[in-house]
């Protein structure tokens, strides 16, 4: 519809006329514009199990492809995919590097009690399929910031991303430097050994140290933590590097320590957390006089239902069949973001929370614990 202030701008009529010469546009670009956010940010992605490789006595990784063949959406090496299993999801680092868009990789360790990793790795079969999103999360190199000489310490399975990067390096000849400094539980552990160690072989900008906590005799390298003291035995003087963190969640406030032993500013640390707090009133902000394990009414959807305090909002909901969108399951994504209408939940450190959420009461319930009887709106 013409505005009716439209006649009075300079060149109104030509352009007018302009307009009214052309053909009627009929095309459909909002379907055209989702075919392309489908393709590069699809919702949920129905794949096929290509292959299951055994890669140590207590990890997997699972070749995802697409049924028809067809390649999967871009990434950035050291993002992942939330995986839909069993009324819940979970995500991991895709491993293989993103110059193959074919396949991606995802390697699952099996963890005690840990209910679908090790459904993953115990259950799933060549052939099978998985539902998964598109590829997430921040925890990629950027080139404006983190520089071309970088450091990742890895722990466990966290040296997925790790494996992502540098196959990204190789497969494009990147001009970067990296160093990867991979703690394992014992030399049995070790993911992806024998790739790491040929391509650290191969290029020069490429180092690999594997550090082992508990060495057997044949073990010849470092062994113990990754302590300030073998982070600069091994890396050298951190100074402007970057270094990335990612393993299991004790990690984290154990890097942290020894990087500021080091004198390493945060600024210059990049952490990949892996799910929720393992015990939120470790956290300094937990009320004190507040047991975890005291139970809570928790009320949303029309139903209300009783969980402990120190259980994530996020999965209590799960249990009870309420299933919020959901996908990083650390705070990061901002997916499972909820509304607490009524009471006190504790937010931990990791929610990434807009400046405005607090002010309007929104949390993120993967990484929110309900501190008293609460009421909420998803
Ligand atoms: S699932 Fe990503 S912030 Fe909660």
Redesign the pocket.
């Known amino acids: 519809m013409k505005h009716p202030l439209a006649p009075l701008f300079d060149g109104h009529d030509d352009i007018q006329a302009e307009i009214d010469r052309r053909p009627a546009d009929t095309a459909d670009h909002a379907a055209a514009t989702r075919r392309i956010l489908d393709a590069y940010h699809p919702g949920r992605l129905t794949l096929t199990v290509a292959a299951v490789v055994s890669e140590t006595p207590s990890s997997v990784t699972l070749r995802l492809r697409r049924p028809d063949g067809a390649d999967l959406p871009p990434f950035l090496a050291g993002q992942y995919v939330a995986v839909y299993t069993d009324g819940t999801s979970r995500p991991y680092a895709i491993s293989s590097g993103p110059a193959r868009p074919d396949h991606w990789d995802l390697t699952v360790r099996r963890v005690p009690g840990g209910r679908i990793s090790n459904h993953l790795v115990d259950t799933v079969k060549a052939g099978d399929t998985l539902v998964t999103t598109g590829p997430m999360g921040t925890f990629h190199h950027n080139p404006l910031f983190h520089g071309d000489d970088v450091v990742f310490l890895a722990g466990g399975s966290g040296v997925a991303p790790a494996m992502s990067m540098i196959r990204d390096i190789v497969d494009h000849g990147l001009d970067r430097r990296f160093h990867l400094v991979y703690g394992s539980r014992s030399a049995d552990d070790i993911l992806f050994r024998e790739e790491l160690d040929a391509l650290a072989a191969d290029h020069p900008n490429i180092r690999v140290d594997h550090v082992v906590a508990e060495p057997g005799p044949q073990w010849a390298g470092p062994t113990g933590f990754l302590t300030a003291s073998l982070i600069k035995t091994l890396a050298g003087p951190l100074d402007r590097r970057m270094v990335y963190v990612c393993g299991p969640q004790a990690l984290y406030p154990y890097a942290l320590t020894q990087l500021a032993e080091l004198g390493h500013p945060p600024r210059r640390i990049r952490l990949e957390a892996n799910g929720a707090p393992v015990d939120p009133t470790a956290q300094p902000h937990w009320p004190t006089n507040t047991a975890p394990d005291t139970a809570v009414t928790v009320t949303a959807r029309g139903q209300s239902f009783r969980t402990r305090r120190d259980r994530p909002l996020?999965d209590a909901l799960e249990d009870e069949g309420i299933r919020p969108e959901?996908?990083?399951?650390?705070?990061?994504?901002?997916?499972?973001r909820v509304r607490v209408v009524k009471g006190t939940v504790h937010t931990a450190e990791e929610a990434r929370l807009r400046l405005s959420d607090e002010k309007f009461g929104y949390t993120?319930?993967?990484?929110a614990y309900p501190l008293t009887d609460v009421e909420l709106d998803i």
């Open positions: 996020l959901a996908a990083c399951r650390s705070g990061e994504c901002s997916l499972c993120h319930s993967c990484v």
